[in-house]
């Protein structure tokens, strides 16, 4: 369930043609910064996107636009964090673009059951069920997930709350074995996400960073939503009342994720809309928002300037795919 198309950016002259864009100037960074362009939706009249400027820690730097003819999306740092890039779009105007695809961790185009080095093995100890259980193992040995399933169990024959609670934390060390349903916070676990470009790869482990995503669908109004299992727990923490696309920052114990919000009330009026954000995400899982507190906003693409770090810019962009 995706509605961006991510890329990682290192080549800014090559990186878009546009109908309409625009270059904006901006003063070379020593830290990490994040550009947005941000839709926030008022009550009367036309609402645009504009590019707002974050520092990392959630701060707004300023406002780098405020034409309200057109729509500003998609920006993108240059290599060395002086230059942003990014589309002016007037009504019917022609896009396209070329991107490198960049992780992410999605449901799509779900694998085969399998554990993470590519078999299936039989749960041990106790299965509920009589066939094997797939299972993953994390990339650093020390424990694995087996998604167990009890037939009588009513709530594992649907991907509703309730599902997994089967499903099994078994530390390697030890031996100790911990159903999902004992774990704080859980609410329920259907499918395991996978990195886009690995479908073996079902964990993010960056420094303290130790995590796995579940899926699970609530209902036909609120749709689907992300569990994070943070392994130093454990415990889950819900990214989201409804989706949420964890991003990993390479080589930082930190992830992005672009999160939606549906049925948000737009200030001054009895309407609602549903919103997407881009929030970031630390290793103890506390996040902060990269938007005005109690706004009813649209991410209309982002991009990071990482300093000292590879890759040095990491660009969403929308994208129809």
């Known amino acids: ?139 650093d040995g020390s424990v694995e997930l087996i998604l167990r399933e009890d037939p009588k169990d009513e709530n594992d024959q649907i991907d509703g709350p309730g599902h997994g609670k089967h499903y099994v934390l078994r530390d390697l060390k030890t031996g100790t074995e911990t159903e999902f349903g004992k774990i704080p916070g859980f609410e329920g676990a259907f499918e395991i996400l996978h990195d886009r470009q690995d479908k073996n790869r079902h964990f993010l482990f960056e420094s303290a960073l130790r995590l796995a995503f579940f899926g699970l669908h609530l209902n036909s109004t609120d749709g689907d939503t992300v569990f994070a299992l943070d392994l130093n727990g454990p415990r889950f923490v819900n990214l989201s009342p409804n989706w949420a696309t964890p991003i990993p920052l390479p080589n930082e114990a930190v992830f992005l994720t672009l999160t939606e919000n549906r049925y948000v009330p ?18 103890k899982l506390t996040h902060i928002r990269y938007a005005r507190e109690k706004s009813a906003a649209l991410c209309y693409g982002m991009s990071m300037y990482r300093p000292g770090k590879d890759p040095r810019v990491i660009t969403l962009r929308r994208s129809s795919e």
């Not at 780098?64 to 009504?91: W, Y």
């Not at 992410?104 to 554990?115: A, D, K, L, R």
């Open 1 to 139: 369930m995706i509605f961006a198309k991510l890329a990682v950016t290192r080549l800014v002259a090559k990186a878009l043609l546009f109908s309409v864009s625009a270059i904006l100037a901006v003063q070379a960074k020593a830290a990490s910064e994040i550009v947005i362009a941000i839709r926030y939706l008022q009550a009367e009249g036309t609402s645009h996107a504009h590019l707002y400027l974050y520092r990392e820690d959630g701060k707004l730097l300023r406002q780098l636009t405020n034409q309200n003819s057109e729509q500003d999306s998609d920006p993108i740092f240059s290599p060395d964090g002086g230059v942003i890039v990014f589309a002016r779009e007037k009504p019917k105007a022609a896009r396209e673009f070329w991107s490198e695809s960049s992780p992410y961790f999605t449901n799509i185009e779900p694998e085969e059951p399998t554990s993470a080095s590519g078999t299936s093995t039989p749960a041990e100890s106790g299965s509920p069920t009589a066939t094997p259980a797939p299972t993953y193992k994390s990339p």
């Open 266 to 283: 737009i200030p001054g009026s009895s309407k609602t809309a549903n919103c997407w954000y881009i929030e970031r995400w630390d290793d």
